[in-house]
Structures are given as C-alpha cells and as structure tokens.
C-alpha cells in the first residue's frame, strides 16, 4: 500500500558526499526505516535504521560516524546524508519501512512490509 521512491543517487568521488532521499506516498508517522545497500554479487546489507519516533537510530559500524539518518515527517520524507564516501560504498541503496508500534528501531528485513525500487551510488577512486 505505501509507495517509496528513493533518490539523490549518482555518481561521486571518493572522499565526496550524496544525500539520498525516501519520498513516501503517505505518513510516515506509524514506520520504523532502514537503508539498506546491495553490491553486485553480495548480499543485501543494512545501513542504517530510524524508529517511528524519529527518537532512535543505529548504524551499521562501516557507516557510523560518515552517515547520518534523519527524517521530516511533514514532507513524508527520510534521509540519507553520506559524507567521506568510499569505493566499497558503491552499491543501490534502498529504503523500506515497517509498520511498528515498537519505539526502537527495527532490524530483521523480514519485519520490513514495503520497499523502494533503490538508487544507485557509484563513488569513484
């Protein structure tokens, strides 16, 4: 039912910075989110995850300290904000939420109930 639409993605230097956007069809008021990347030939990967609050975050440690995630509950909109980019950050990135009434942050991709079709990021040497 809930539509997600990432964007923001494309092609960067290393060292250099992308802020992704996840534009939702509806509120977002009631969704636990998470990022996730994909690499050709790896497994999907978690990269950061939001509560529904907005008030708990978590981050994968490979990103912890060069991302930021955030959200604008009146624009039904999440962010992604991805600064010191490396080569090993090129993957498509994906956004999903999860209807919860939890307060903390959701981590099993199996409770995720909706997903983005994702947004490539290619960050050069």
């Known amino acids: 039912q809930l539509q997600l639409v990432e964007s923001g993605g494309g092609l960067v230097q290393s060292g250099g910075s992308l802020r992704l956007s996840c534009a939702a069809s509806?509120?977002?008021?009631?969704?636990?989110i998470g990022w996730f990347r994909q690499a050709p030939g790896k497994e999907r990967e978690g990269v950061s995850y939001?509560?529904?609050?907005?008030?708990?975050?978590k981050y994968a440690d490979f990103v912890k300290g060069r991302f930021t995630i955030s959200r604008d509950d009146a624009k039904n909109t999440v962010y992604l904000q991805m600064n010191s980019l490396k080569p090993e950050d090129t993957a498509v990135y994906s956004c999903?939420?999860?209807?919860?009434?939890?307060?903390?942050?959701?981590?099993?991709?199996?409770?995720?109930?909706?997903w983005g079709q994702g947004t490539p990021v290619t960050v050069s040497s």
């Open positions: 999903a939420a999860s209807l919860t009434i939890r307060e903390g942050v959701v981590t099993d991709t199996r409770e995720y109930d909706f």
């Open positions: 509806g509120t977002l008021d009631y969704y636990a």
């Open positions: 939001l509560s529904s609050s907005g008030s708990r975050t």
